[in-house]
C-alpha cells in the first residue's frame, strides 16, 4: 500500500526540459534507466570505496556499494510504502560523483579547486547528471525528474550556507529548494548508504586482514551477533562464522531503521511529501541507542581500517597521484580528450579552465588516472 507522504510518479514536478514521458515506464522508472546507463555509472566499477580497485577483486568499489545501497534502500522503502523507483534512482546515483580513489582524491582535488569554488561529490553529481552526460540530441545530461534531483542533491539534508558552485549553477536555473529536506524516498537512501557501508566495510576490513574476528567480537551490536550464531552453529568455520554475524548485524541496522523512521512519521503524520520535506528534521534516521552503538563500530573502522598503515600509504600514493595531474592538465589543456576541446576553447578565465580539468579528473577511474598519470607526469628521479 502506497503511503500519503510518498512521491506520487503522476503528480512530479517534471523535467527542465520537457519530453514526452514513457507509455510503459513511470517517470521515476526512466530516471533509474537513464541513471544504470550513464557513462559515470558504469565507471563506477572501476573506483575505489575504501582500498584502489586494483588491490583485490573481492573489495566493494562505488558500482557494488552503490548496488547494495540500492538494495537496502528498496527493502526499507517498501515496507514504509514509499515509491521503489525513485528510491532506487537516488540511491544508484547518490555516488557517480565521486572522483577516482574514493574520498582521498576528492580531498585532494577540493583542496587543489579551492580557490575557483572547491569540490564536492554531491554537488559534482549534479553536474553530471545535468550537465556532463552528453547523449540526448535535445539536452545535456540526462533530464531527470525534479524529485530524482532533489534526492541527489539533498539526500543527506538541507544544503545552506556556501553552496558548492556545481550545485548552485543548476539550482539557478532549476530551483531544488535546497533549504529543505529532502522527500522521504532520499532520505531512505541516504540511511542505506549508512547501512551499507558500515557492513561491508567491516567484511572488507576483514578480508583485507586489517583486523581479526576476535576483535570484531567484542564491538557493540556485533557482539550479540556473534553469540547467536556460535550459539547456533558452535564448529562453524571462520569464513562463514564471521559471514553469518555480519549478516545478522546487517539486518539489526535495516530493522531499526524501519522501526524508528515508523515511528518518526507516525509522530509526524505527514499527508504528503512535501510535508516530509518541511518537517525540520530527517525522518529516515536510527534509533538514539543504536546510533551510539554504531559511533564506536565507526571509530573502530576510522582507527583500524581507514588509518590503516597499508591505506595510509595507499592514500598518499594516489594523492600525488591527484595533485600532479591538476597542474599538468591546467597547463597543457591540449592533452585532454578531443571531445573536451571545444569547452577549453570557450573557456574564458582560468577558473573556467580549472572546473574543466576538475571535471575531466572527477570522472576517472582508477586505472584510468593511474595511467595518465605514467603517461603525462615525468617519473621522479
Known amino acids: 500500500m502506497t503511503a500519503p507522504y510518498a512521491c506520487d510518479p503522476d503528480a512530479t514536478r517534471g523535467r527542465l526540459f520537457p519530453e514526452e514521458e514513457s507509455a510503459f515506464r513511470s517517470p521515476f522508472q526512466r530516471d533509474r534507466d537513464r541513471i544504470i546507463h550513464a557513462s559515470a555509472f558504469r565507471r563506477l566499477k572501476h573506483k575505489t570505496q575504501v582500498f584502489v580497485e586494483h588491490e583485490g577483486d573481492y573489495f566493494r568499489t562505488r558500482l557494488t556499494h552503490s548496488i547494495e545501497v540500492a538494495q537496502v534502500a528498496r527493502t526499507i522503502s517498501g515496507h514504509l510504502g514509499l515509491n521503489l523507483d525513485l528510491t532506487e534512482a537516488v540511491a544508484l546515483a547518490h555516488d557517480l560523483g565521486h572522483t577516482p580513489f574514493g574520498h582521498t582524491g576528492e580531498e ?4 587543489l579547486m579551492a580557490p575557483r569554488g ?10 553530471i547528471v545535468t ?5 540526448y540530441a535535445a539536452f545535456d545530461g540526462l533530464n531527470l525528474t525534479w524529485e530524482t534531483l532533489e534526492g541527489i542533491a539533498k539526500h543527506n539534508g538541507p544544503v545552506t550556507g556556501d553552496i558548492p558552485y556545481a550545485l ?14 529532502a522527500g522521504a524516498e532520499a532520505q531512505v537512501a541516504a540511511i542505506a548508504d549508512d547501512i551499507a557501508y558500515n557492513n561491508h566495510d567491516l567484511m572488507d576490513g576483514l578480508r583485507a586482514g586489517l583486523f581479526a574476528a576476535a576483535e570484531v567480537v567484542d564491538l557493540p551490536i556485533l557482539r550479540d551477533c556473534f553469540a547467536e550464531v556460535d550459539a547456533a552453529w558452535p564448529d562453524l568455520a571462520p569464513y562463514r562464522r564471521r559471514h553469518e554475524a555480519l549478516r545478522r548485524f546487517f539486518g539489526v541496522l535495516v530493522e531499526d531503521v524501519i522501526r524508528t523512521t515508523e515511528t518518526n512519521l507516525a509522530r509526524l503524520a505527514p499527508a504528503s511529501a512535501d510535508d516530509v520535506r518541511q518537517a525540520g528534521r530527517m525522518m529516515a534516521r536510527f534509533s538514539p541507542a543504536l546510533w551510539t552503538d554504531l559511533k564506536v563500530i565507526r571509530a573502530f573502522l576510522f582507527d583500524r581500517m581507514y588509518r590503516a598503515p597499508s591505506v595510509v600509504e595507499m592514500r598518499e600514493e594516489v594523492t600525488r597521484v591527484v595533485d600532479e ?6 597547463a597543457h589543456p591540449q592533452d585532454l580528450p578531443a571531445r573536451w576541446q571545444p569547452d577549453v576553447a570557450a573557456a574564458e578565465t582560468e577558473t573556467d579552465r580549472a572546473r574543466i580539468v576538475s571535471d575531466y579528473i572527477a570522472g576517472m577511474t582508477d586505472r584510468f588516472a593511474l595511467q595518465c598519470h605514467a603517461q603525462f607526469v615525468p617519473p621522479d628521479p
Open 108 to 111: 585532494a582535488l577540493d583542496r
Open 118 to 127: 572547491g569540490f564536492d561529490h554531491n554537488a559534482q553529481a549534479i553536474r
Open 131 to 135: 550537465r556532463l552526460e552528453r547523449h
Open 168 to 181: 548552485a549553477e543548476y539550482d539557478a536555473v532549476h530551483d531544488l529548494e535546497l533549504h529543505t529536506h
Open 325 to 330: 595531474l591538476f597542474p599538468h592538465f591546467m
